[in-house]
């Protein structure tokens, strides 16, 4: 049976999330500079990926912010 989170298992969720998420875009932040840099200014999918996370997340914030106030 699931049962509510209270705020600190909330709080160590959102955490993880923004861990996740840091760790992700580092990877393919890095990936995506090896690519350019020995596919001579091929960045491939890895920037595709990224800019998409980084929008998917950008967007989640602004409506989350807006819902809000």
Not at 3 to 21: I, L, T, V
Not at 35 to 56: C, E, K, P, R, Y
């Amino acid at each position: 049976m699931l049962r509510k989170q209270d705020e600190m298992e909330k709080q160590q969720s959102d955490q993880a999330a923004k861990n996740g998420f840091v760790f992700y875009t580092v990877a393919l932040l890095v990936w995506a500079i090896v690519n350019q840099i020995t596919s001579h200014g091929d960045g491939g999918w890895a920037f595709i990926i990224l800019m998409g996370g980084v929008m998917v997340y950008a967007f989640t914030r602004v409506y989350y912010n807006r819902k809000v106030r």
